[in-house]
């Protein structure tokens, strides 16, 4: 008996000494981090393992996946490699449950107990997940050390938002990340709002190792600028001749995106601004969502069962609201202008896709299908009353020069462009920055869809600001040069699809190419994605250029003759522009949505792989590599 109770005796002196040596540490203070998609619950610290309990926040039914090779780093800097999951395989897709929300742990090497404070990575893979300065012992991070140009402009309350010039000049762009780790990101890219130029591709900007940046940027005039980092979009302004410096935490701005942590201290603003309307920036930045169609869900469950008219008196009373929680903002009138002419624009565009909200709202209420969906916007559209937009007369801020000072305005001329002159009849005149603008913009695009200046466009052009002229005809002239230039190019070239059924139509024209692996890209144009999409290709091309494989492009007649003719020079591979009849049967046989959309057949002819959208360089290898039988 005595016995039996010394060897309890010992089991739970072992119990009670291993317990022990176990250190729980419940959230960690982290100092920034790559992506808010995970975040450390806990850490359990052992003699045996280190023990990361992760809660995951993604998308409802789409994957995250945590890679073999992540690893922790100590402040001594010391690695210890990731061991094993439990709950979720390395490697492997993790499919995110209906709440979006999930739980994980990741188990790697015991710390030494000296470590105070660990980095999380998944090492230098794609959009890994990066967590730096996880601490150990104790809820204080370090001290945050801001430079003295850190600095919050006041403005004066009474102070009215200024009317911007349209003059041509070069901005600079000069801040520092601070916390910046160069494993979260090597650059990011600023976009710009001009108006007559419609959406920007964005600048890109190089990180130094320091987290300091600089560059420049030819403007027309007092420009809305943003960087959008980690989620998070920094709005500023630029302006011809002056300097803008933009100072990001890093620190706040992670903490305020936390679940676990965001109800913690703050550590200062998220973004300091010095230069051109700097403190109005500051309030920006600073600024609740106002947006009427932020919540575009919430807001197709309010609208399902609403005709138009229900719809228009539904949108003007969002749109008091939030003049009503613009009014009681403690910001300056030059701030409360800005976000009233945003009001207007969202009301503004808002009504303007009236059947386009009805229709996506019975689709997501399940009450139409998609293949009805396009039937049932034309039916809205006929049933809008001929006086149906003019509550528009009420948002004339959208035609003043202030207007230009809104990030929503390069959105506004796209939208409305085409309602040119059913705008001038509801404001009674034809005249203004609107107008002005989206009579510049038309053009403008134009000539970037390959189509250079024609006699009426430049009679047009003549009556526009000095600024929009230059900057126009630069651009013409440029596309001349180009036209001309590309009619001495090769690499390309045009095929006829020939007089062949539709049913035999894309084994026509692939067949040639019998023996090679074949990409296929159905594109157009007018597209911007498809464009993009072909600019992101070419290092893989150049790359795979050995490879038997084949590049073909297939467009319709939405594509303009000249401007497919002007354009393909610069994209190399075997083209094809098939008839209205012939694209409408290649949508329909193989249930085409949308372009871009890519299909890869094999060396025996064979589908291998089918996407719309461009997937990016590194997918569309690896599925041509998986069509060549290369590993």
């Known amino acids: 008996m005595k016995r039996i109770t010394l060897i309890i005796s010992l ?69 210890y490699t990731l061991r094993s999951g439990i709950g979720i395989t390395p490697d492997k897709e993790f499919w995110m449950p209906e709440s979006g929300e999930a739980s994980f742990q990741l188990v790697f090497p015991p710390l030494p ?23 150990l012992k104790g809820k204080k991070l370090p001290s945050l050390l801001l430079p003295k140009e850190a600095i919050i402009h006041k403005v004066d309350k009474n102070t009215s938002l200024p009317t911007p010039e349209i003059i041509n000049g070069t901005a600079t762009l000069k801040g520092k990340l601070i916390d910046y780790h160069p494993e979260m990101m090597t650059e990011f890219k600023v976009n710009l709002s001009e108006a007559m130029k419609g959406f920007s591709e964005g600048i890109p900007v ?4 320091d987290g300091s940046f600089t560059v420049e940027t030819p403007v027309m005039g007092t420009t809305p600028a943003s960087i959008r980092l980690l989620g998070q979009s920094i709005k500023f302004f630029l302006a011809p001749g002056q300097t803008s410096e933009v100072i990001i935490n890093l620190r706040e701005l992670c903490h305020r995106q936390s679940r676990l942590h965001k109800n913690e201290k703050s550590s200062g603003e998220i973004v300091y601004i010095n230069g051109p309307l700097a403190g109005i920036a500051q309030e920006l930045n600073s600024n609740t969502l106002l947006n009427i169609l932020s919540d575009t869900e919430k807001m197709m469950q309010e609208v399902g069962d609403m005709d138009s008219n229900a719809f228009k008196a539904y949108i003007m009373s969002k749109h008091s609201e939030a003049q009503s929680r613009i009014d009681q903002l403690p910001y300056s009138s030059a701030t409360k202008q800005v976000l009233n002419i945003e009001n207007d624009i969202n009301a503004t ?61 390069t959105y506004t001329i796209y939208l409305l462009t085409r309602m040119k002159d059913k705008l001038a009849k509801i404001f009674g005149t034809d005249k203004g920055t609107f107008f002005d603008a989206a009579s510049a913009a038309s053009i403008y695009q134009s000539i970037h869809d390959f189509t250079p200046l024609d006699e009426q466009q430049k009679a047009i052009l003549a009556t526009l600001p000095a600024v929009y002229q230059s900057v126009i005809e630069a651009e013409n002239a440029e596309l001349l040069k180009k036209i001309e230039a590309n009619k001495k190019k090769t690499g390309f070239k045009i095929n006829e699809a020939g007089e062949v059924s539709n049913e035999d139509l894309f084994a026509s024209i692939i067949a040639k190419f019998r023996g090679k692996v074949v990409l296929v890209d159905f594109w157009a144009t007018w597209c911007g994605p498809c464009r993009t999409a072909n600019k992101a290709i070419l290092p893989m091309k150049e790359e795979l250029k050995e490879q038997d494989i084949v590049y073909v492009y297939l467009t319709g007649e939405t594509s303009p003759l000249k401007i497919w003719e002007n354009m393909i020079p610069d994209i190399h591979g075997e083209h094809f522009r098939v008839t209205d009849a012939q694209w409408k049967y290649l949508m329909s046989e193989f249930k085409i949505s949308g372009v871009p959309t890519y ?7 064979n589908i291998s792989y089918k996407t719309t959208g461009f997937p990016g360089a590194d997918t569309m290898k690896t599925e041509l590599l998986k069509a060549l039988d290369k590993k």
């Open 11 to 79: 089991l739970l002196c072992s119990l009670v000494y291993t317990q022990a040596k176990e250190k729980v540490i419940e959230q960690p203070p982290f100092t920034v981090w790559s992506s808010d998609n995970i975040e450390i619950d806990k850490i359990v610290l052992s003699d045996t393992a280190t023990v990361l309990y992760i809660k995951a926040f993604y998308r409802p039914k789409y994957w995250i996946k945590i890679a073999s090779g992540s690893f922790l780093k100590s402040n001594k800097g010391e690695t």
């Open 113 to 135: 107990n000296d470590v105070t404070s660990i980095d999380f990575s998944e090492g230098n893979v794609p959009g890994s997940y990066q967590i730096f300065g996880i601490q």
């Open 206 to 209: 190089k990180i130094n190792t």
């Open 349 to 409: 565009q808002a009504l303007v896709m009236t059947a386009s909200f009805l229709t996506q709202a019975k689709l997501q209420k399940k009450e139409i299908t998609r293949e009805q969906g396009q039937e049932y916007f034309s039916k809205l559209q006929k049933e809008l009353s001929p006086d149906y937009f003019d509550t528009i007369k009420e948002f004339g801020s959208i035609n003043t020069p202030q207007a230009l000072l809104s990030e929503k305005y």
């Open 599 to 605: 299909i890869i057949v094999d060396r025996s002819g």
